[in-house]
């Protein structure tokens, strides 16, 4: 039986992939013009990447504009994430402030979807996160991004039940492929994860040109959300999200 996590109106963990589409604005202004383009596109889910923003270091701002975006977004999901740089982020950050900055986020209310990073500190640091998260409602996505390789097939499930066991609504592993056999990994990570570890959905993604395939076959081996772009990519691989959505219903097997 397959776990659902319902996010709104939306149920992750069955049938055709949502799909995040992240807004990446560094300004007040920037922000809320590309929260509105995506409202006119095909899309499930919103991701605010922080890490962009430009005031991101002050919490007062990162209210006033989260509460703005917030209503702009209407009952749109919204994940919350600040991607540090040894990940693929574009901003230092300190692990106190990091979770200073998630938990604030929480407790507005105006998230729905937190990302917390399995190398942000220990698991006992990430557990607290975690739980703390949960106090207020928020589904936490446990992430881990590496663009230099792809580890085997047995060393990716073994990191996706880790965050399952950490308090993952959403365990996420996207990682950089150098052949096909590196996507295959990938794929059949995922596989088995949906197979023998479905306590949660995952999200599993393979990066770049090769890793395209698993950007849209979520359907057939259990990766829960793919990752669209609007006007510019916040990863390498990331297909335009109205081709996505046209893509997805093509091959659904349903």
Same mark, same amino acid.
């Given at each position: 039986m397959k776990n659902i996590v319902q996010v709104r109106d939306i149920e992750l963990g069955d049938g055709i992939p949502k799909i995040a589409v992240p807004f990446m604005g560094s300004s007040d202004k920037d922000i809320i013009e590309e929260i509105l383009y995506l409202k006119t596109i095909n899309m499930d889910l919103a991701e605010w990447r922080i890490d962009y923003y430009e005031d991101v270091y002050d919490i007062q701002k990162m209210k006033r504009v989260l509460a703005e975006a917030r209503k702009v977004l209407g009952n749109i999901p919204l994940i919350f994430t600040f991607r540090t740089e040894r990940e693929g982020g574009k901003k230092?950050?300190?692990?106190? @402030?990091?979770? /200073?900055?998630?938990?604030? $986020?929480a407790a507005t209310g105006n998230i729905d979807i937190a990302d917390v990073e399995l190398s942000i500190g220990d698991t006992g640091l990430v557990r607290k996160i975690v739980n703390d998260l949960h106090q207020y409602g928020v589904k936490v996505i446990i992430s881990s991004h590496d663009f230099k390789r792809t580890p085997t097939k047995n060393e990716l499930v073994y990191k996706m039940c880790k965050m399952q066991q950490l308090g993952a609504d959403l365990p996420k592993v996207a990682v950089m492929p150098h052949s096909a056999k590196d996507v295959?990994?990938?794929?059949?990570?995922?596989?088995?994860?949906?197979? @023998?570890?479905? /306590?949660?959905?995952?999200? $599993?993604?393979?990066m770049g040109p090769l890793g395209v395939i698993t950007r849209i076959s979520g359907e057939i081996f259990g990766s829960a959300v793919t990752f669209g772009s609007a006007k510019a990519a916040s990863a390498p691989g990331q297909l335009e999200s109205n081709m996505l959505y046209k893509i997805l219903r093509c091959i659904t097997y349903k």
């Open positions: 230092k950050i300190t692990i106190k @402030y990091y979770e /200073e900055l998630i938990k604030t $986020a295959l990994a990938l794929l059949s990570s995922t596989d088995e994860m949906a197979c @023998y570890h479905n /306590e949660t959905p995952v999200i $599993a993604i393979s």
